[in-house]
């Protein structure tokens, strides 16, 4: 049950893209499409931003999207805002269990 | 309105034993699977459990297997967590989380300190 690997901090102007990374492995991201993202701003819950890889819930704008290539899924935001400053996490289930990544800092500039 | 409410924290020494519980509102609770998830102060997120619909199976991250124990109340509406020989390092912001397709609904948390 290792951490899944993310870079710790990422930045961006307002209105450019980002892409955070999320590392695994063939038992937990490569292995299965069930990858989500969260976002969390200090002192709060985490969100959810993306399940199964690339699904957005009802109400995260479709400035975010998800995708994933063998062990690597990734988060691009585009079109950077400022309340999109934030700590960002990915997970994924594996057979018995569930795994997050470290975490990233998004700081937009 | 779909709400968590965490309770059960507090300041217990090295060994001891805390009962965490959340309380589920606004939605069919044994619909859902939940997970329990903390964050020690300053740092990521863990998963700590997990349990399906109707706790007919469990999983636990490997730091906690063995002394913690996770169960669910569905006439209740409510999900606990039993957690035995605690640790200072076991010290954090305790959430529950539904959990279908990803943890689409969280509670605020409790808070758990270990120490002597």
């Known amino acids: 049950q290792s951490a899944l690997t993310q870079p710790a901090s990422v930045s961006g102007s307002p209105g450019q893209s980002i892409t955070i990374s999320c590392t695994g492995t063939s038992s937990d991201v490569g292995g299965y499409n069930y990858v989500s993202w969260y976002q969390q701003h200090p002192g709060k819950a985490p969100k959810l931003m993306i399940y199964?890889?690339?699904n957005r819930p009802s109400g995260v704008p479709d400035r975010f999207s998800g995708s994933k290539s063998g062990n690597t899924a990734s988060l691009t935001i585009s079109g950077l805002q400022a309340e999109d400053e934030a700590d960002y996490y990915c997970?994924?289930?594996?057979?018995?269990?569930?795994?997050f990544g470290g975490g990233t800092k998004l700081t937009v500039l | 309105e779909v709400q968590l409410v965490e309770s059960g924290g507090g300041v217990v020494r090295p060994g001891g034993s805390l009962r965490l519980s959340c309380a589920a509102s606004g939605f069919t609770f044994d619909d859902y699977g939940m997970s329990w998830v903390r964050q020690a102060p300053g740092k990521g997120l863990e998963w700590v459990s997990g349990i399906n619909w109707n706790g007919g199976s469990t999983g636990y991250a490997d730091s906690v297997k063995g002394r913690f124990t996770i169960s669910r109340d569905n006439a209740k509406n409510s999900l606990y967590l039993q957690m035995n020989s605690l640790r200072a390092e076991d010290t954090a912001l305790y959430h529950c989380a539904r959990d279908w397709d990803g943890m689409d609904v969280w509670g605020q948390g409790t808070t758990v300190t270990v120490s002597s």
């Open positions: 199964e890889v690339s």
């Open positions: 997970s994924s289930y594996t057979s018995s269990s569930t795994v």
